[in-house]
């Protein structure tokens, strides 16, 4: 029953929780789905590839909160709230997968703790720990920054969820397959921005050049692979980046001719001691993030919500 005398009531109804992403009382979000695995598959391995894919999604989901009663308009706050929504489902089915594949790497709160597998990994592991790439965690910067980042992450995301549909692992297989629906979306949303600001004013092109400038020097990492995405793609589990790399540069380069835009010269952040994200080596954007993210979690480790 529905209090009208206090209008938070409904959010905490143990008994109809499903519009939240992550907390204590949710069923298992793999309920009902094939989650064995091939016998030759590295269930390590497996781990190890979901939280790399379940991080990129969980940070970007987390900057695009940062963007609420920001935003220019309030179309866009919703625009932006929806795309960072859909990214944090694809995070929680993600987190979900690596802690069933392999619980070791679910991080230990206590014998009596209630925090389900996927929410400890969101909210209790070190920036050393998390797998995401860097553009991920960048700064928002102003909304031509955030517009290319997305227009970034979501083409390159997309061709590779394209394939992982065909994965030999059914829960990789049902999370691209619903991920492309969203990241279709999320990719036609920044390609219409890229385009209304490029051919806009002098000050928005400026602003796009400006973006693009900052952030394609985080993109040769998206085609870098690691070990384990070359060993799971030769098992046909996992995709290698290095394959998407002619699709991403052919839908990028439409958007921005037809935004009139040019392309940055390529460069690339670097790495250090060859260690960029997937090997824990992060911006130091990402330990201010996480005190936020995790600041309430790690409060009250027993909590119930």
């Not at 935003?71 to 960072?84: F, K, S, T, V, Y």
Request: charge should be negative; glycine fraction near 8%; hydrophobic fraction near 45%.
């Amino acid at each position: 029953m529905i209090d009208h005398d206090n209008a938070y009531g409904g959010l905490v109804d143990e008994d109809n929780h499903g519009q939240w992403a992550f907390g204590t009382n949710f069923d298992d979000p793999l309920a009902g789905v094939d989650t064995s695995v091939p016998d030759d598959v590295d269930l390590a391995a497996l781990a190890r590839y979901c939280l790399m894919l379940g991080d990129d999604a969980l940070i970007s989901s987390h900057r695009l909160s940062e963007w609420c009663a920001r935003a220019p308009e309030l179309e866009e706050e919703m625009a932006l709230a929806n795309i960072g929504l859909d990214l944090l489902g694809q995070a929680r089915l993600l987190l979900a997968r690596a802690a069933a594949a392999d619980p070791t790497v679910v991080p230990f709160i206590s014998e009596t703790s209630p925090v389900p597998a996927e929410d400890a990994l969101a909210y209790f592991r070190s920036e050393s720990q998390m797998r995401c790439v860097r553009l991920c965690e960048i700064d928002n910067g102003d909304f031509a920054r955030t517009i290319v980042r997305i227009l970034v992450l979501a083409t390159w995301r997309l061709a590779v969820f394209g394939r992982l549909r065909e994965s030999r692992d059914p829960v990789l297989a049902a999370v691209a397959a619903k991920g492309t629906q969203e990241l279709t979306y999320h990719r036609d949303y920044a390609a219409h921005w890229t385009v209304v600001l490029g051919c806009g004013t002098p000050e928005s092109r400026r602003r796009m050049h400006e973006a693009l400038d900052f952030v394609w020097p985080y993109t040769p990492e998206l085609f870098t692979p690691t070990e384990d995405e070359l060993t799971l793609s030769a098992a046909g589990v996992a995709v290698d980046p290095g394959t998407v790399r002619e699709e991403f540069d052919a839908v990028i380069g439409r958007v921005l001719h037809a935004a009139e835009l040019v392309l940055p010269q390529p460069s690339s952040v670097g790495t250090v001691g060859g260690r960029a994200g997937r090997r824990g080596m992060h911006t130091e954007a990402l330990g201010l993030l996480l005190a936020e993210m995790q600041s309430v979690a790690r409060a009250h480790p027993e909590g119930k919500w």
